[in-house]
């Protein structure tokens, strides 16, 4: 398949990846289409993939470092890692970075269905830039759902708004919002960027309750 100035090999695109039927083509076909909003929200951020192989009813896995046979055109960057959550120790990771079309088409064919990045940049080096996103994961607990999550992404639009900044909600998961907004923080090693006020302190129009109710059930803030 042609893609811009690529030549790409793809398989399975009448594969299944969705209890719907939807197939790994039409995953491609959405992220072609959808790829000029998209690119620019990724570009210079490391990208961690979930790929699933067999499909959202099968086994799906994490990817950090470049994947095998990856296409030599497909830009990287390698930085250090903790090696804390693998219990590796200290090494480092190579990460893919998805700056254009034909690396976007290339991970879809991956059936790479989630793409995380990191709330910084990368630059020249390379190395890694100071954070420049704010992000709040709602994720409703026991007795909550995605209405209470919408509730607390309303309260932290007033107060984030007060605050100078511009949030923007989008859906999380399978029942969940996440509300980012630009930011800036003192450098890389510096603490996240934070509101100048908590988004857990309640205006007299809001109920007594709403703090509690917004730690208990709805909210994690991962900064």
Known sequence: MQVGERQLVLSNLDKPLYPSGYTKGEVVRYYTHVAPLLLPHISRRPITMVRFPDGTGGEAFFEKNLPRGAPDWVQTVTLPSSGSRSGRGPGTITYALIEDLPSLVWAANLAALELHVHQWTVGPGPKRLAPDQLVF????????????????????????????????????????????CGSVSAGPSGPPPTPRRSPNSSPPRCPTSWSSRWRRTCARAAC
């Open 137 to 180: 994961d709602l994720d409703p607990g026991e007795g909550a759902s995605v209405v209470e999550c919408c509730r607390v992404a309303e309260r932290l639009l007033e107060v984030l708004t007060a605050d100078g900044l511009t949030p923007l909600p989008k859906t999380s998961g399978s029942k969940g919002l996440q509300v980012s």
